[in-house]
């Protein structure tokens, strides 16, 4: 395959109409690692708002089981983007998803705000460090994307357009990014597994923490009190990874066949498979209040065998 020949094949797709199949491609085939650490930093900004951080400590999934919590995350959305949000298979997940949500009383504007992180980061990460950005089409479907995804998640007042969510995003963390020693502590956690990860396992952990705070504006790292890493710093670790872009670029083909999230090294919860519909928590109450309305339920899937899979190792 040509190395711009997936971008031609999104090129070719409704942006409106065909969104799913868009990103799917993107996340897949094109910039299946980029898209997976930008999503991942996506969740990381949002612990620095104390309402998202402290609920997220207290629930105690984050600190005593970051690797499941992890692997949850990434099965249910996986589940979704595989078979698509009508399919049998990605109702079950919103479902799930939202029974979780569901549990906690969450404020609608923090739920807004973490899917405009979902919206925005992968196209900054893929502008600054990808082989290529994202052409305007692609933005626009990745847009609809989450439109779609947060209308299934019962979320209000989701914006219409990419500038609108990138407006939300920047102005909420100018308001609401603030220290709170739980959400360091989640914080402190999620930077723990990331030492684990294939192939930063093999580096000191100090490094790899380095290279995740060089990464991160000094806005997030005040909101920890993380130290600012050196301007020398950040200037070798984010030219190692536009670096690994070019090479991206000019040494290899694109991917033929997709790699969906249950197929990726870093998951190791589930080795003997796993069932949609058990993931993630069950809690039983909130530890904290929010104040959020209750969020529309996802429509329930006709009767199917639960979807089983096979997490990878």
Not at 185 to 213: G, H, I
Not at 284 to 309: F, L, M, N, S, Y
Request: charge should be neutral; aromatic fraction near 12%; hydrophobic fraction near 40%.
């Amino acid at each position: 395959m040509k190395r711009f020949a997936l971008r031609d094949r999104t090129d070719r797709l409704d942006a409106v109409t065909q969104y799913e199949d868009i990103v799917r491609i993107l996340a897949t085939q094109e910039f299946p690692w980029d898209i997976t650490q930008a999503l991942s930093f996506a969740l990381f900004r949002t612990y620095a708002v104390p309402s998202i951080g402290v609920l997220l400590h207290d629930t105690g999934e984050f600190t005593a089981r970051p690797q499941k919590r992890y692997d949850d995350t990434v099965l249910i959305l996986d589940a979704i983007l595989e078979h698509g949000m009508a399919s049998t298979a990605g109702r079950t997940a919103l479902r799930r998803m939202n029974q979780m949500h569901g549990a906690y009383d969450i404020s609608n504007d923090d739920m807004r705000y973490v899917l405009s992180t979902f919206v925005v980061t992968p196209v900054r990460w893929l502008a600054e460090f990808g082989w290529r950005a994202l052409t305007p089409h692609e933005v626009t479907a990745w847009t609809h994307y989450y439109r779609a995804m947060g209308r299934h998640m019962g979320i209000q007042d989701i914006p219409g357009t990419y500038e609108d969510f990138v407006t939300l995003l920047d102005d909420y963390e100018a308001k609401h990014f603030a220290f709170d020693s739980r959400s360091r502590a989640v914080a402190d956690a999620t930077l723990e597994l990331l030492t684990t990860f294939p192939p930063s396992n093999l580096a000191p952990k100090p490094l790899v923490t380095l290279f995740a705070r060089t990464l991160m504006e000094d806005a997030l790292l005040d909101a920890f009190h993380y130290p600012r890493p050196s301007s020398l710093s950040r200037k070798v670790f984010r030219s190692a990874l536009w670096l690994r872009g070019r090479f991206v670029r000019y040494a290899l083909s694109p991917r033929e066949t997709p790699l969906f999230g249950r197929e990726g090294s870093n998951l190791r919860t589930y080795p003997q498979g796993f069932d949609v519909e058990k993931l993630g928590t069950f809690p039983k109450g909130c530890p904290v209040h929010h104040h959020r309305p209750a969020a529309a339920p996802t429509a329930e899937p006709e009767a199917a065998p639960p979807r089983q899979g096979t997490a990878g190792t």
